[in-house]
């Protein structure tokens, strides 16, 4: 081989040497950034991937809490208490303590006079709830025996107090009235779906349960009223201890008490609302 040759060998790999160091020296970098390129977009994949899986997880909380509100809607019924029945029960319980008060003090006549009003009023509530069906509600059905049992229980107590009604009668009527409000609390709270506050406990508009009073039991308030009215209206017209008062005595004594059987026994005294009713108000 020719010296020639060999110089012009050497000059060549000075040349790819040189070469291929520039070439490295543009390539690495371009390799560095290329990875770095990828881990920035596969970081940024996870985030996003990360924000996707949050939203989607609080879209279903969101649609759960709408489905799990619906179905309480479906169990129970909301309804418009703001009616003509309902104000004259609240207005009947109202006047209960004036009632009481104008007894003790033994102003009779006057005191006769509002339990007219509140008589009339006890049927104006009734017949106005079976003839518009808009005007009957079910807190209606759970404030008229309310009210009604208010009513006797401040009249048997304050005919009581001034001596007109014996006491083991008054002593009867209010054990047994206090045990039916009782069962009545209790019935409530059953039927109210979980979760049970006190604030939708005593939602006036969250109708879950529906009372039916036995026969038995209309017949005990209608012969309660009847003795308290008689002896209420015996010193205004001068017939105190009639025996005709004495023999309503043990009549309300006998229905009284068949009436708080009647409820231990039947078996439709209250019905669980499960469904929403469309109630037009």
């Known amino acids: ?3 020639f040759m060999l110089q012009q060998l050497s000059r060549c790999r000075v040349i790819n040497r040189y070469t291929l160091k520039k070439c490295i020296q543009q390539i690495v970098p371009r390799l560095y950034s290329v990875n770095n390129d990828d881990a920035y977009n ?5 985030k996003r991937q990360k924000r996707a ?3 989607e997880i609080r879209a279903r909380l969101i649609q759960d809490f709408k489905q799990t509100k619906q179905k309480v809607e479906e169990i129970i019924e909301r ?6 029945p309902n104000f004259l029960c609240i207005g009947r319980i109202l006047t209960t303590p004036g009632l009481g008060y104008l007894i003790v003090i033994q102003d009779y006549q006057l005191a006769l006079g509002l339990l007219g009003l509140a008589g009339l009023s006890d049927l104006a509530d009734g017949w106005i709830a079976r003839t518009w069906t808009s005007q009957a509600s079910k ?8 009210a009604d049992k208010l009513l006797v229980g401040t009249m048997f107590l304050s005919l009581t107090w001034v001596g007109l009604i014996p006491v083991w009668l008054t002593c009867l009527v209010i054990v047994r009235d206090v045990t039916l409000v009782a069962a009545a609390s209790y019935i409530r709270y059953r039927s109210l779906p979980p979760p049970k506050t006190l604030t939708r406990y005593f939602d006036a508009t969250h109708a879950t349960v529906q009372l039916a009073p036995t026969m038995i039991s209309k017949i005990n308030t209608g012969v309660q009223l009847m003795l308290v009215a008689g002896t209420l209206a015996a010193p205004v017209f001068n017939f105190v201890d009639h025996p005709l008062l004495q023999g309503l005595c043990y009549l309300t004594a006998f229905t009284t008490i068949a ?7 039947s078996k439709n005294t209250y019905k669980m609302l499960s469904k929403k009713h469309n109630t037009h108000s």
């Open 79 to 84: 309804e418009n208490i703001y009616t003509i």
């Open 53 to 55: 899986r949050r939203k």
């Open 139 to 146: 807190l209606g059905s759970f404030l008229d025996p309310v």
């Open 1 to 3: 081989m020719s010296y």
């Open 42 to 46: 596969r970081r940024q994949e996870i």
């Open 259 to 265: 009436g708080g059987v009647s409820y231990i026994i």
